[in-house]
């Protein structure tokens, strides 16, 4: 997978329309999804966490000489320490206003089911690398890029036709991230569409915060960073602090 040297604002290919793009930007949370798909009754948590990161990562390679992910430096790592306990706050917070308001009280799940080291130590690499980097690039690199470029043809083409339009379209040179509010609220509903209902509230304020931080580092590796720190604490958590309800 390619850092893209020549800045952090170009992060999707030219040469291919935004149709030709969506399958390489989908293609790894569809496979990642449609393992979380199969029933027990055919394939066990254990075996599905390994093809899971089989074939997920797999995808990832295949595709990774067209993604870019702009340059990384320390202090990037730096500002996702940094962030992650608001980032956490952001995830875990809302659970516990919810339940305080009487909507929904997940907590009363406890540790859920039991579950193995393999499960563990397999879905804590699964969603610590993977899922971080194809729920980025999918998200903040493809939807929020199109969204963005779709938004600035709404007044002539409408919001269907703006969206639908720009599917045949190149991405635009990119003079600055693509954070148009029409962007950024479509991409946040996006992104909270691919969660459960009950983790609506959190996945709103956990992308706008991290979009915030994406609008001041200027970089997707802080992104990248934050969701895998932030899908690590919650998986101590789940371990350690008997939350299995998180996962």
């Known amino acids: 997978m ?3 040297s020549t800045g952090a604002y ?3 290919p030219e040469h291919k329309r ?3 793009l969506l399958l390489l930007y989908l293609s790894p949370y569809a496979v990642y999804v449609a393992f979380s798909s199969i ?3 055919m394939l066990s948590m254990d075996v599905a966490q390994g093809f899971k990161f089989l074939a997920t990562g797999a995808v990832l390679l295949w595709f990774g000489k067209h993604y870019r992910f702009g340059p990384l430096n320390a202090i990037h ?12 706050l952001c995830w875990v917070g809302p659970f516990y206003l919810l339940a305080a308001a009487g909507m929904t009280d997940v907590m009363a799940a406890g540790d859920r089911e039991a579950f193995s080291t393999f499960y563990f130590c397999m879905k804590l690499v699964n969603s610590v690398v993977l899922v971080a980097i194809f729920e980025e690039l999918l998200m903040r690199v493809y939807v929020m890029g199109w969204l963005h470029q779709a938004g600035a043809q709404r007044q002539d083409k409408g919001l269907v036709g703006s969206i639908l339009d720009t599917l045949e379209q190149h991405p635009a040179p990119a003079a600055a991230l693509p954070l148009s509010t029409f962007a950024v609220a479509g991409t946040t509903l996006v992104f909270a569409a691919g969660h459960q209902a009950y983790e609506y509230p959190s996945a709103i304020f956990y992308f706008l915060f991290t979009t915030w931080l994406y609008h001041k ?4 590796w802080v ?4 969701h895998g720190l932030t899908n690590l604490a919650i998986a101590l958590m789940v371990r350690y ?3 299995g309800w998180l996962w």
């Open 2 to 4: 390619a850092v893209n």
């Open 10 to 12: 170009q992060l999707l």
């Open 18 to 20: 935004f149709q030709a």
């Open 39 to 41: 029933p027990e009754t």
């Open 77 to 88: 790592g730096f500002i996702a320490l940094l962030a992650l306990p608001v980032a956490l």
């Open 217 to 220: 580092s200027g970089s997707m």
């Open 223 to 226: 992104c990248i960073l934050i």
């Open 241 to 243: 602090a008997g939350m």
